[in-house]
């Protein structure tokens, strides 16, 4: 009896894919490599990445009903399952992979909490300050206009984000709106 619990899936497991890749093709949008200079490199990318995962989990945290949580949980186990993936494929050695991903955990988390006291606050020159420290690590200033109108999509990305029912993210289904404007 025991043995079959080991072949059941997660809560939520195939809806946190779904919204995991939902986010990462928002992160994969041309305008923000081309137009706002994001490097187009691993760390340009998992930073931008990271930051649709985190609106996404954030949306998902702030719902009362606890399978708003539960799906969090999906979506942050997906994003790390993929890490994993894209880390074994680049070639990366079994022994090193444990610490690449807690090393990417850790990195991940402190961002997060970078962007969410600002988020919770409407404070776009702390944002702005987050997003230049870690997007761009600190080449541009808070106040360059691209490091703005990336701390204005990311205000806009939450209150989109906000407005869509549990309903529609308990089926994998997000939306996040067009980066350009």
């Not at 706002?36 to 340009?44: C, I």
């Not at 992979?97 to 807690?102: D, E, G, N, Q, S």
């Not at 990195?107 to 606050?121: K, Q, W």
């Not at 204005?152 to 709106?177: H, M, S, W």
């Amino acid at each position: 009896m025991a043995l079959f619990g080991l072949f059941r899936r997660k809560p939520h497991e195939r809806q946190g894919f779904e919204l995991y890749a939902t986010a990462v093709r928002a992160a994969r949008h041309p305008f923000f490599f081309t137009t706002l200079g994001v490097p187009d490199t691993l760390d340009g990318r998992f930073d931008l990445v990271g930051l649709q995962v985190a609106l996404l989990i954030r949306r998902l945290h702030r719902d009362t009903d606890p399978r708003g949580a539960a799906l969090a949980q999906a979506v942050f186990d997906a994003m790390f399952a993929d890490m994993d993936t894209n880390l074994r494929e680049m070639g990366v050695g079994d022994m090193s992979i444990a610490k690449r991903v807690k090393n990417m955990w850790e990195a991940f988390h402190g961002r997060a909490l970078a962007y969410e006291a600002p988020l919770a606050a409407g404070d776009h020159a702390a944002l702005a300050d987050a997003l230049a420290r870690n997007v761009w690590r600190g080449t541009r200033p808070a106040a360059d206009p691209a490091v703005a109108r990336l701390t204005d999509i990311t205000f806009n990305a939450d209150a989109a984000l906000a407005a869509q029912p549990l309903e529609a993210l308990l089926a994998g289904k997000a939306r996040f709106p067009e980066p350009v404007a």
